[in-house]
């Protein structure tokens, strides 16, 4: 599958990775958007929110966990923000549901 996420998930693609269990990754987004950037993603291809079904939203679930551990040994301690873009008008780019993990400076909102 022309996917650059499982790509990267089978080391086809260097990263820098944070993170591996049998479910999800973590590794470093490669244009940070924040001293802190990585992101979070589940081995198994699933596209987007819109594809989060009763199998598979445990594994959501388990990315959420893993976030607050890796948010935590990054030195997060005084917050973070988790990202999710959905489809086009979310702005998502990759299709390959991921979770992206910011923080290291004060967050911003509107996101716009
Ligand atoms: P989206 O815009 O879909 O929510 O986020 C995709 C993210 O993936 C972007 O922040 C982008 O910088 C990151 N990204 C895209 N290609 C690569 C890559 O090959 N390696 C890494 N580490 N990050 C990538
Ligand atoms: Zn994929």
Known sequence: ??????K???KEI???FLYEDDMVV?????????PVHFLIIPKEHIESNDDINDENSHIIA??????KKL???NGLESGYRIVNNCKEDGGQTVNHIHFHV????QML????
């Open 26 to 34: 973590a590794f470093k987004d490669i244009n940070p958007q924040a």
């Open 62 to 67: 388990h990315v959420f966990k893993i976030a």
């Open 71 to 73: 948010a935590k040994e």
């Open 14 to 16: 260097p990263s820098v």
């Open 8 to 10: 990267i998930i089978n």
């Open 109 to 112: 909102w509107p996101p716009g």
């Open 102 to 105: 910011l923080g290291g400076r």
């Open 1 to 6: 599958m022309d996917c650059i996420f499982c």
